[in-house]
């Protein structure tokens, strides 16, 4: 599988910070953040899409949003 990167969160020195990259192959989206275990977050999440084991949340700050969706949009077609 080949990773395409995406956007790092600005705000971090480089290491260990949140992240997005895409499969090449499938054009699948993969986010490394901070792992969601505040509980009230989590069961409020359930009541829209209930989690499945293999399944998590994470977390990426605000202050990615606009870098998000410009990786997103500039990845094009390609993101499925």
Not at 11 to 20: I, K, L, M, Q, W
Request: with cysteine.
């Amino acid at each position: 599988m080949a990773l395409r990167f995406l956007c790092i969160d600005p705000g971090t020195n480089g290491g260990n910070c949140p992240a997005v990259f895409m499969d090449e192959e499938t054009g699948d989206l993969l986010f490394q953040g901070w792992t969601e275990t505040n509980e009230g977050t989590l069961t409020e999440a359930s009541t829209h899409s209930p989690m499945a084991a293999r399944e998590s949340m994470v977390r990426l700050p605000a202050r990615m949003k606009t870098m998000v969706l410009e990786a997103l949009s500039a990845a094009g077609k390609d993101v499925r």
